[in-house]
């Protein structure tokens, strides 16, 4: 029997590879601890993998703001919750880009993806005069003032 620092779990030698004994085990991401938590982060598109058990986990998916055209784009929509129910298997991360510049009018950003969990993508900005887009948090609208000097 050993404890397999890469993994934390512990493994038995089954005459011809090493297993794990009992407990939950997933790799992915960015992986911290708090507050005797594993946490995992993502930055980019990958895979969670559970190669052991089964459990509930909290999550957080933020989406991709909008991007920004004469007005300013929307925030990313962001789902939180806890209970999700994972087990044995690979579950694809999808993290949404946001939607960079273009004018008049700023694209949208990209939705983000965990498991059946989706966040909805900001609202690019609006272009001249016109509204935002719709999305996670909407787009900021554009409008033109002028004045004159007397």
Same mark, same amino acid.
């Given at each position: 029997?050993?404890?397999?620092?890469?993994?934390?779990?512990?493994?038995?030698?089954?005459?011809?590879?090493?297993?794990?004994?009992?407990?939950?085990?997933?790799?992915?991401?960015?992986?911290?601890?708090?507050?005797?938590?594993?946490?995992?982060?993502?930055?980019?598109?990958?895979?969670?993998?559970?190669?052991?058990?089964?459990?509930?986990?909290?999550?957080?998916?933020?989406? %991709? !703001? *909008? @991007?920004? #055209?004469? &007005? /300013?784009? =929307?925030?990313? +929509?962001?789902?939180? $919750?806890?209970?999700?129910?994972?087990?044995?298997?690979?579950?694809?991360?999808?993290?949404?880009?946001?939607?960079?510049?273009?004018?008049?009018?700023?694209?949208?950003?990209?939705?983000?993806?965990?498991?059946?969990?989706?966040?909805?993508? %900001? !609202? *690019? @900005?609006? #272009?001249? &005069? /016109?509204? =935002?887009?719709? +999305?996670?948090?909407? $787009?900021?609208?554009?409008?033109?003032?002028?004045?004159?000097?007397?």
């Amino acid at each position: 029997m050993i404890f397999n620092m890469t993994t934390s779990s512990v493994q038995i030698y089954d005459g011809s590879s090493w297993v794990n004994v009992g407990g939950f085990v997933a790799t992915g991401g960015d992986i911290s601890y708090s507050s005797g938590r594993k946490i995992h982060t993502f930055t980019g598109s990958g895979s969670f993998v559970v190669t052991s058990g089964a459990a509930s986990v909290d999550y957080l998916v933020v989406a %991709g !703001g *909008g @991007g920004t #055209g004469e &007005g /300013g784009g =929307g925030a990313g +929509g962001f789902r939180t $919750g806890s209970g999700l129910p994972v087990a044995v298997g690979t579950y694809t991360v999808t993290v949404g880009a946001g939607g960079g510049f273009n004018q008049p009018q700023g694209p949208n950003g990209n939705p983000s993806v965990f498991s059946t969990i989706t966040s909805t993508a %900001g !609202g *690019g @900005g609006g #272009g001249p &005069g /016109g509204a =935002g887009q719709p +999305g996670g948090s909407g $787009g900021g609208r554009s409008e033109e003032h002028t004045s004159e000097l007397q």
